[in-house]
């Protein structure tokens, strides 16, 4: 996503971001999903995005994704870095955090 950011294609990049959400079934919390919501309806994608919006995983599951600003805020030991390449060629980290077994919550 920053990639398409960094050229000024922020709507690509929104898009290719909601449709990786979906692909790997990444759980994403409600505040996350309306912060998304907004930025579709802003950029306006909001009537394109809004059903494949609907369609992203709710945070019910073990793992949390969380929308972060600067990587270096991130302890990269309590959190799993998924493959740049993964995400259709986006060159941005995308953190998300899991209990580790036998950890709190186990």
Do not use: Y
């Not at 909601?18 to 950029?43: R, Y």
Request: aromatic share 4%; charged share 25%.
């Amino acid at each position: 996503m920053k990639d398409c950011w960094d050229i000024g294609e922020q709507e690509a990049g929104l898009g290719l971001l909601v449709s990786g959400l979906i692909a790997h079934q990444l759980p994403i919390s409600e505040t996350v999903t309306a912060q998304i919501s907004v930025l579709a309806e802003v950029w306006g994608e909001g009537e394109s995005l809004t059903p494949q919006i609907l369609q992203c995983r709710g945070d019910d599951a073990w793992t949390q994704l969380k929308l972060i600003e600067h990587a270096g805020d991130i302890n990269i030991e309590s959190s799993g870095r998924a493959d740049r390449d993964a995400a259709n060629g986006c060159r941005s980290p995308l953190f998300g955090s899991r209990p580790r077994a036998g950890g709190p919550g186990r």
